[in-house]
């Protein structure tokens, strides 16, 4: 089955856009990634020092960054789902989307902020991380209580 001419055309300009859009998604993925890298170098630093002295006062501050780089990764994967819908919306000739239009704003109910923070891609990663913190301020405490 053949589609007819023109049915589904997309112009130079909706190329264009697609492209800038598939741009950002890029470097929002880019973005998550290197977060990610810098979890496990601070991470690693904060158990590796926990882990020698068993010290349960470094261990629940190695939670912080965690926590921190959890929710900095979270805004950028929800920028990222953002900005594909709008990429979905630019590809489909029914749906009106202003010329090289970057906004986002039309999208933000359909990808809700908890829905992203626990996401199975975040809470794989920084959820073994914080339990393993986790571990280590228990194992201090254990350490501190009977020593």
Do not use: C
């Amino acid at each position: 089955m053949t589609t007819p001419p023109n049915a589904n055309s997309i112009t130079a300009d909706e190329i264009k856009h697609l492209e800038f859009i598939q741009a950002v998604v890029t470097r929002l993925a880019n973005g998550s990634f290197l977060i990610k890298g810098w979890t496990m170098t601070v991470a690693g630093a904060f158990f590796g020092i926990a882990a020698n002295s068993l010290s349960w006062k470094i261990s629940l501050t190695g939670l912080i960054p965690i926590m921190g780089f959890w929710l900095l990764d979270s805004y950028y994967l929800r920028q990222e789902r953002l900005f594909r819908k709008l990429y979905d919306d630019v590809r489909n000739p029914a749906t009106p989307i202003d010329a090289f239009s970057m906004k986002v704003n039309a999208y933000h109910a359909q990808v809700p902020w908890n829905e992203v923070v626990r996401s199975h891609t975040v809470v794989n990663f920084y959820g073994i991380l914080f339990l393993i913190g986790v571990t280590f301020a228990i194992g201090g405490i254990v350490k501190a209580t009977s020593g």
